[in-house]
């Protein structure tokens, strides 16, 4: 079982539905976390708190999101470890990690706030689209 948490997915298929599906449905997740923490009045109303995560999210981590996206499919070549590093092109490689580290921080942000207003669903989606960025990274990084 731990190999395959390790390893991408042998199929292009799983891989690519997998990924679609949390990319897809972040917007959703993110939406109905910040609307119900509004309704329980977790903010103050006179403030913007809001909206600024909001349109950071929808302005900077779904476009950096769907370049991973694109980029760990297009050249996904089946079954490769997450931790896979491409000693030929070692900027690819230095490139596509500095990338899953800035989508890995804003995604254990929106974790950390799952858990801290206790929607526990943004919280595991947040950790299956982590393991998602992961997969992509290593799929972007093996081949260039």
Same mark, same amino acid.
């Given at each position: 079982?731990?190999?395959?948490?390790?390893? $991408?997915?042998?199929?292009?298929? $799983? =891989? @690519?539905?997998?990924?679609?599906?949390?990319?897809?449905?972040?917007?959703?997740?993110?939406?109905?976390?910040?609307? $119900? !923490?509004?309704? !329980?009045?977790?903010?103050?109303?006179? @403030?913007?708190?809001?909206?600024?995560?909001?349109?950071?999210?929808?302005?900077?981590?779904?476009? +950096?999101?769907?370049?991973?996206?694109?980029?760990?499919l297009?050249?996904?070549?089946? &079954?490769?470890p997450v931790? @896979?590093?491409? &000693?030929?092109?070692?900027?690819?490689?230095?490139w596509?990690?500095?990338?899953f580290?800035?989508?890995?921080? =804003?995604?254990? +942000?929106?974790?950390?706030?799952?858990?801290?207003?206790?929607?526990?669903?943004? @919280?595991?989606?947040?950790?299956?689209?982590?393991?998602? #960025?992961? #997969?992509? &990274?290593?799929?972007?990084?093996? !081949?260039?």
């Open positions: 079982m731990l190999n395959n948490i390790l390893n $991408t997915p042998c199929n292009f298929r $799983t =891989l @690519a539905i997998y990924s679609i599906l949390v990319f897809l449905g972040s917007p959703f997740v993110v939406a109905f976390h910040y609307f $119900t !923490r509004w309704q !329980r009045g977790d903010y103050p109303s006179e @403030a913007d708190t809001i909206g600024i995560p909001i349109l950071g999210y929808v302005l900077f981590y779904l476009p +950096l999101f769907l370049i991973i996206l694109c980029a760990g297009r050249k996904y070549p089946g &079954r490769v931790y @896979a590093w491409n &000693r030929k092109c070692p900027i690819w490689s230095i596509w990690t500095l990338l580290l800035i989508l890995a921080y =804003l995604s254990i +942000l929106m974790i950390a706030e799952g858990f801290q207003g206790h929607l526990f669903l943004t @919280a595991i989606f947040f950790i299956i689209q982590l393991h998602v #960025l992961l #997969l992509l &990274r290593s799929s972007a990084v093996s !081949r260039v």
